[in-house]
């Protein structure tokens, strides 16, 4: 989520559409499975697959 105004910003998109980018980074973070062992990460390929239908 830190990087999502950067990306945002990349990408020239609106407030709105930023907002939109945030909720889609969060529902394509992925959990471990243990929750305990590792860090949340992020689908980059399928992040940038939806970002691209956004325009």
């Known amino acids: 989520m830190m990087q999502a ?3 945002a910003a990349a990408r020239g998109f609106s407030q ?3 907002q939109r ?3 889609l980074i ?3 973070t992925e959990r471990p499975i243990l ?3 590792g860090e949340p990460v992020v689908n ?3 992040l940038n697959i ?3 239908k956004m325009r």
């Open 16 to 18: 709105e559409r930023t």
């Open 44 to 46: 980059v390929l399928m």
């Open 5 to 7: 105004p950067r990306v």
């Open 50 to 52: 939806h970002v691209d």
């Open 26 to 28: 969060a529902n394509l």
């Open 35 to 37: 929750r305990f062992m």
């Open 21 to 23: 980018l945030q909720e």
